[in-house]
């Protein structure tokens, strides 16, 4: 039977906090569509861990989270900045372009994930013109697709020259929690002219739930509405909170992204293939031949290989020890 433990940190089952929290949530009877006492302590903890002020929606799925987000952003005739890998570009199947009724993206290179400066120029200084759709977001992924952590200070060289065209700032944060486990500063945020952040919860272990924070408060006119027309109003909203609160309240996201963190770094100390990108969230990316590729799926291993040819190893909540132990002797096996 295959093994699933490193293909991605989305194979992992919930963390016991987060089924705690639905089980306290699963009482009584409540108001629904997210208007519950529930929603209402979970937003709370969303804001405290972000020191900010903001209005919090809680969502089904990454891919609705980042859509919306970049609709209430962008109109259909324009749009968004966004490295030339991230998830909204290459494994959403559109669903921005079809939230947005037509967005475009503008693809940016940058190495590990991360966007560099030097690329915005050319976007940002091209004259408005009828025949392509010009840039009116920003968008950026911490941690990114290959595992890159940005600092502070470099999101801001990012956001500051959009923000000074008057363009809007997306943050894809699926693995926010891994960034800050690594020494991202969660309250920096609200500073750095973020105006829509998704905060991911299925990554980094709860049950499927996202909270899109709407840091710019002026886009919560009919917000609600956008999500009913999107199917991602539910009625029964309490059970898409309540994991965020069995996260949030006692510092479980940050305990949980450490140890994830911490089993990618094992993993790479033990790998006989070249490491092909820093490992500073829960990614370990690896320089590896199809037919070793194969080999390793024979053995019961199964991982995913990535955009740029490498081949992935995602650590999660619930990697052990033992299981990276275990998979580090079958790879210099293989080797």
């Known amino acids: 039977m295959a093994r699933y433990d490193f293909a991605s940190d989305n194979t992992a089952p919930a963390t016991p906090e987060a089924l705690e929290a639905l089980i306290a949530a699963n009482s009584g009877f ?12 979970a937003a709370d903890l969303v804001r405290a861990t972000l020191d900010a002020d903001a209005e919090v929606r809680f969502v089904a799925s990454g891919t609705a989270a980042n859509s919306i987000a970049l609709a209430t952003l962008v109109q259909p005739f324009e749009a968004v900045l966004t490295h030339e890998h991230s998830h909204i570009a290459t494994d959403e199947t559109g669903a921005p372009g079809f939230f947005g009724h037509g967005l475009g993206m503008i693809p940016l290179a940058g190495a590990d994930g991360k966007i560099d400066p030097a690329g915005l120029a050319g976007p940002l200084a091209a ?51 891994n960034a800050a486990a690594s020494g991202f500063d969660l309250k920096a945020i609200k500073d750095l ?20 924070v709407l840091l710019d408060k002026s886009l919560v006119r009919r917000f609600d509405a956008r999500l009913k027309q999107s199917g991602q109003l539910p009625s029964k909203g309490r059970f898409y909170a309540a994991p965020f609160i069995g996260m949030l309240k006692d510092g479980a996201i940050l305990r949980h992204a450490a140890h994830a963190n911490a089993m990618a770094k094992r993993l790479a100390a033990l790998s006989p293939f070249r490491v092909t990108h820093p490992v500073e969230a829960n990614a370990v990316f690896v320089e590896m031949d199809e037919p070793t590729l194969k080999r390793l799926h024979a053995t019961g291993w199964f991982v995913y290989r990535f955009i740029d040819g490498s081949v992935r190893f995602m650590c999660s909540w619930a990697t052990t020890p033992e299981a ?12």
Do not use: C
């Open 127 to 177: 004259v408005d013109q009828p025949h392509w759709q010009a840039p009116a977001a920003l968008s950026i992924t911490n941690a990114t697709e290959y595992g890159g952590v940005y600092t502070a200070g470099e999101i801001a060289a990012l956001t500051q020259p959009v923000k000074a065209k008057g363009y809007r700032v997306h943050l894809d944060g699926a693995r926010l929690a």
């Open 193 to 212: 002219g973020v105006d829509i952040l998704v905060f991911g919860g299925t990554k980094s272990g709860m049950s499927p739930t996202e909270a899109i």
């Open 324 to 335: 990276v132990d275990e998979l580090g002797a079958v790879l210099k096996g293989l080797a």
């Open 30 to 41: 409540t108001s629904g569509y997210g208007s519950d006492t529930v929603s209402r302590e």
